[in-house]
């Protein structure tokens, strides 16, 4: 279940002029990382790093399923998904 949506904006990159409306990253929850993967990898994009687990360090800790993928334009994209108890 999704509660909500967010969206994460990275600073850093090239410090060269960048075109409009570029960006570096974006991250995207998902219910299924593994189903959301195979969709971009069907679709041809460059997977970066493939779906594994993870934690996010806080108070609570948040388990976490991730994986990456480039853009169209060179842009990192992510999938998340929440998996224990801690929901994102």
């Given amino acids: ?32 990382v593994d189903a959301a993967i195979e969709v971009a990898r069907a679709a041809g994009a460059e997977i970066t ?6 934690v996010l360090q ?7 399923r991730i994986a990456f993928f480039k853009g169209p ?3 990192v994209i992510e999938f998340f998904q929440s998996t224990g108890e801690n929901q994102l």
């Fill in 1 to 32: 279940m999704c509660r909500g949506n967010y969206l994460e904006v990275f600073a850093g990159g090239a410090n060269e002029p960048r075109p409009e409306g570029a960006f570096i990253h974006i991250a995207f929850r998902t219910d299924n």
């Fill in 49 to 54: 790093v493939e779906p594994r687990n993870t």
């Fill in 58 to 64: 806080g108070d609570p800790p948040t388990p976490i």
């Fill in 73 to 75: 334009d060179g842009e």
